[in-house]
């Protein structure tokens, strides 16, 4: 395996609850005669559509020849590093809403470029696969302690403290 894809069960949000607030808005729009408001309702529902349209085929996290390679924005934004110059490939974490914290981001970082993915629309026992094609090719890069749990086939969703500790 040499290619990681959104899982599009984790994107429901994206395809069940914000079409409301389009429907809402166009509904609204033609139950006041308003033109506006029925093109931002329309406006909003064609976003949406293209986001999960985005997520579903043209968003990849895969290993192309010797480098690895992530693909979004309808194929437009690419970020590639050599699997080769890999030195570290790390889980990166952003204070979240709510004082909590964001979904691990897969860092793999080389010599002189850096690949960074959200992994919340991901399994990430999908990544499993891939660090270990990634080791055949690059044995001697280093997985922080969450990327090593996640290879090895152990549960981290668990691991995820509700809250992030001060530094002070």
Do not use: C
Not at 2 to 30: I, Q
Not at 33 to 38: A, F, I, L, N, P
Not at 106 to 134: C, E, P
Not at 151 to 161: F, L, P, Y
Request: charged share 20%.
């Amino acid at each position: 395996m040499t290619s990681v894809r959104p899982d599009l069960g984790l994107l429901w949000p994206s395809y069940t609850l914000f079409p409301l607030a389009g429907l809402a808005v166009l509904v609204g729009g033609v139950a006041g005669h308003d033109g506006v408001m029925m093109a931002i309702g329309i406006g909003l529902l064609a976003l949406n559509a293209l986001t999960v349209l985005n997520y579903a085929y043209f968003t990849e996290l895969r290993i192309e020849g010797d480098e690895l390679v992530y693909r979004t924005l309808f194929g437009t934004h690419r970020e590639s590093v050599a699997i080769g110059s890999l030195q570290r490939v790390d889980a990166k974490r952003y204070p979240g809403a709510h004082s909590g914290v964001s979904a691990p981001h897969f860092v793999a970082r080389g010599r002189a470029a850096t690949v960074k993915v959200n992994t919340k629309s991901y399994r990430l026992r999908d990544f499993a696969q891939l660090i270990a094609t990634m080791r055949i090719a690059n044995a001697r890069f280093e997985l922080d302690p969450f990327w090593s749990k996640v290879a090895s086939g152990e549960d981290v969703t668990k691991e995820v403290a509700l809250t992030p500790r001060s530094r002070w």
